[in-house]
Every structure is written in C-alpha cells, then in structure tokens.
C-alpha cells in the first residue's frame, strides 16, 4: 500500500498466508496532503496489478494524536478481536476486525507543549493466524494511524484459534488470542 505525498510513501507490506482465503482488507491511514493512494498486488505467479485512488487530505502523518499521550501508552498493546459470521458466499469467508491500542506516533507530530517532536513509535510487525497457519502478516510504516484496526476475510480451517502478535518500533511484543466462533459454519 502506497501513499505517493507521505514523507514515507509505502505505508504497509502485507502477505497472505497460502490458503487464507482473504478476498478484501481494510485499515485506515494517515495522508498528509491530496495525494493517490495505491494498493500494489504481486499474485503467486509473479504478475502485478495496481489499484488506485485519489484523496483529498492535508497534514496527516504531522496531526497531534487526538488523546492524552500518558494514557495511550497505559493502554498500549491493548486488543480487540471482532468476528463477523460468515456471509452466505460461495467461500462462507469469515469476518475479523482486530483493534490494536498504540499511539502509533510517526514522528512528525509535535508535543503541544514543549512543541519538540514525539518520536516514532509504532507498530512495525504484525502476524495473525489460525492454528499456527498464516492469516496475514504486516509490515508498517508512520502511515498506519493510531490506534490501528484491520478488518478482512479469510477462510477458516477447523476451530484453532486466532492468534495475533504486533511488534513495535521500541521492539515491545504485545499477543493475544481468542476462540474462533463457528456459529454459522
């Protein structure tokens, strides 16, 4: 995912676990100015394809965080884990949301009383899988936004659970799990 007018334009690399069954993702961003964003697909034969959108923002990657800074990070690490029944699809894909408390600071944005700026601090890596199996892994940079959330489908294989671990820049570890719920399976 690339966001062409960020101070660093590749806001997120992400890999889906062979089988995963993930047909959509989604997570907000920062966008510091107008500017395309762009998501790049390389499928397992090699090929290429890009989609692509024009927003209309402005200063993003630089806004202060909208909360107090001491409790973001008490509440840092934080998760939450929403599921969704399967859809009556073809695939009877299932549903996640996961919602990570993290300051996500990029470190552009300013402490509104020292005016020094806060330095980057933000989840870098993040794995979530079933049973052990890949879902979906995550490479991220300044432009994912506080407090990131990822919602998407994949194909559930049995009942193992969801595990989740995120890595942040200060290489703190944070990980959870929860029960995969089968109602609708």
Not at 43 to 69: D, I, R, W, Y
Not at 81 to 96: D, G, H, I, S, V
């Amino acid at each position: 995912m690339i966001i062409d007018v960020n101070p660093a334009p590749v806001a997120a690399t992400f890999e889906i676990g062979k089988d995963a069954g993930v047909t959509h993702l989604s997570t907000r961003v920062r966008v510091d100015d107008y500017s395309y964003l762009r998501a790049i697909a390389e499928t397992q034969g090699g090929e290429l394809h890009m989609a692509q959108t024009f927003v209309k923002a402005s200063g993003g990657c630089s806004a202060p965080a909208v909360k107090n800074q001491d409790e973001a990070m008490a509440t840092m690490g934080q998760m939450k884990l929403r599921q969704f029944p399967p859809q009556e699809t073809m695939t009877k894909a299932q549903e996640l949301q996961l919602m990570i408390r993290h300051p996500n600071n990029s470190g552009l944005q300013r402490n509104p009383l020292t005016q020094y700026f806060i330095p980057a601090h933000f989840v870098q890596k993040l794995s979530v899988s079933q049973a052990d199996r890949l879902i979906l892994s995550m490479e991220g940079g300044i432009s994912i936004s506080e407090d990131p959330n990822f919602r998407f489908d994949f194909t559930a294989h049995g009942t193992g659970q969801i595990q989740v671990e995120a890595i942040d820049t200060d290489g703190k570890v944070f990980r959870n799990q929860w029960p995969l719920e089968v109602t609708g399976l």
